[in-house]
């Protein structure tokens, strides 16, 4: 059965998935390959405050419920631990990994507008809206989602493709970065991918999009293609940036990530012809 998200805090099942979002992953148990959540119980002795619970939607006839990690700096006790997302691919099927995403968003939302930015009064929930409404000014505040491109910029069959600086020599990938204050995402494209390797892009083509929840973006990916300009990186963004052939190439990222399908369609068209 498919995730139904809702808005609505009210209840429509006896049994819960409850996603505890502890700062380094979801809360959650090893029994073999399978990845088991605490129950009800185990939520209150793991000393989650319930009221904190945030519902999601629905999930295989229970109610998806998600709430923070009550103290950051308490370890969270065995058998349970918190699970990065990046791990998770391989104990979760796509729809579970993509309602965790959801929980790990909402837990970022949730912990960073408890107060009113305009006045300071603690907020309150808004039922049947993704919202928290100050009681005192009447400022509502909606989930933040943090737009970025991602893109694949080709010369003919060669790809551009770079390594980040925080992560330098690990796997090349494609170029990305967020969009700024009165830009449009095309604009933005160009002037990352100049910025990052000095390079000059046109022909921006959109590809698809993915929502990642670290903690709050949403990837908007584009191929575009090399009308000018020679590799020169910004060290402080990347380690390095090559033009790549599809027969030649580096560690890229693993499945499941928006840049991982662009560089597998980039291949797939190269290798067609
Ligand atoms: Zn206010």
């Not at 129950?39 to 002795?45: H, L, M």
């Not at 039922?127 to 409404?133: A, H, L, P, T």
């Not at 009165?182 to 991918?193: F, I, K, M, Q």
């Not at 580096?250 to 499941?256: A, G, K, N, Q, R």
Request: net charge negative.
């Amino acid at each position: 059965m498919a995730f139904v998200p809702s808005t609505s805090t009210g209840y429509e099942h006896d049994r819960r998935t409850w996603l505890v979002v502890h700062p380094k992953g979801v809360v959650g148990r090893l029994d073999g390959d399978r990845l088991v959540f605490p129950t009800d119980e185990e939520v209150s002795a793991l000393g989650v405050a319930t009221t904190e619970a945030y519902r999601l939607g629905t999930l295989d006839g229970t109610d998806v419920v998600t709430a923070p990690w009550p103290d950051p700096s308490r370890r969270v006790p065995a058998p349970f631990e918190p699970h990065g997302l990046r791990s998770l691919a391989a104990f979760l099927d796509g729809d579970l990994f993509g309602v965790v995403g959801r929980a790990m968003h909402t837990c970022d939302w949730l912990t960073t507008s408890r107060f009113c930015g305009r006045c300071g009064a603690a907020t309150a929930r808004v039922d049947g809206e993704r919202c928290v409404v100050c009681p005192s000014c009447a400022l509502r505040v909606y989930p933040r989602i943090s737009p970025a491109i991602i893109t694949l910029v080709r010369k003919g069959d060669l790809a551009l493709l770079a390594s980040n600086a925080k992560f330098p020599g690990v796997f090349y990938s494609t170029l990305a970065g967020f969009a700024d204050i009165g830009e449009s995402l095309e604009e933005t494209l160009v002037r990352e991918v100049k910025e990052e390797t000095g390079v000059s892009v046109a022909n921006v083509r959109y590809f698809g999009s993915q929502p990642w929840p670290f903690p709050n973006s949403l990837m908007i990916g584009f191929t575009a293609e090399w009308v000018g300009g020679e590799i020169a990186i910004d060290p402080t963004e990347i380690s390095d940036a090559k033009w790549f052939a599809a027969d030649a190439l580096p560690m890229i990222p693993p499945p499941l990530s928006i840049a991982r399908k662009l560089i597998d369609a980039w291949i797939a068209d190269v290798t067609r012809r």
